[in-house]
């Protein structure tokens, strides 16, 4: 018989605290969580907002069956926004242009009380008009031309001086900014604006003499750029 020892068997050991490969497995663990869970918030922070199903257009009684309901990440701009937390409130009016599919801004939407409004272009002063957006709130002033019989008529560069037509309207459309007519200190813009039916006739008769338009953005108005 053989004298040589007998191997005994190597029984596996109990991880321990201190095993090296264990806390790499753990960290691995809340690394994945932490990830998991920060994905999840992130989703979370979707929103309700109202947008058009079809085309909105200026003057239209707004119904909800106008509207569909998205779920969107806007975060700060939310507030610009028309919210599907709550239903739409009654007698709400549209102001300007929503295309389908768009979000509804705040500011395209008005109460019944505004409903008398109409879309007026107007070829503005280029600059005033730099710092202007679609929703907008401006005042109009009219720079008419100087009386007649002396020396003035349509299209004369002498105005009689600025005058404020209205006050607080909103800016319902906005042409594209290489769409300037004119030259130099004479540029002019196209420019929609909601004016009330009763200044419409007067706003128009303006244009026809020939006066200048500017609009002067509201201070605090949503719509206008700042920079």
């Known amino acids: 018989m053989s004298d040589l020892p007998t191997p005994t068997a190597q029984r596996l050991k109990k991880p321990s605290w201190r095993d090296s490969r264990l806390l790499v497995g753990i960290l691995l663990v809340l690394a994945s969580t932490a990830i998991g869970a920060y994905v999840v918030s992130r989703a979370d922070d979707r929103v309700p907002m109202y947008a058009a199903k079809s085309g909105l257009v200026a003057g239209q009684a707004l119904e909800a069956d106008d509207l569909v309901r998205v ?3 806007l975060g700060e701009s939310a507030k610009d926004y028309l919210s599907a937390e709550s239903a739409l409130a009654p007698d709400r009016v549209v102001l300007r242009e929503v295309r389908a599919g768009e979000l509804v801004p705040v500011s395209a939407i008005g109460g019944r009380e505004q409903a008398s409004l109409q879309p007026v ?23 008419r031309p100087a009386a007649q019989g002396k020396g003035s008529g349509i299209g004369s560069d002498d105005l009689a001086g600025p005058q404020l037509a209205l006050e ?9 900014e290489d769409n300037v007519l004119g030259g130099g200190a004479g540029d002019t813009r196209p420019v929609q604006v909601m004016v009330p039916r009763e200044k419409v ?10 006066a200048r338009i500017t609009l002067v953005a509201v201070p605090g108005s949503v719509g206008t750029k700042t920079s």
Do not use: H, K, P
């Open 71 to 73: 779920d969107v990440q």
């Open 121 to 143: 272009s107007l070829q503005v002063d280029a600059t005033s008009a730099s710092t202007l957006r679609e929703g907008s709130v401006v005042d109009v002033y009219v720079n």
């Open 201 to 210: 006739q007067q706003l128009v008769g303006d244009v026809d003499l020939g």
């Open 168 to 176: 607080s309207v909103t800016v319902s459309a906005l042409s594209d």
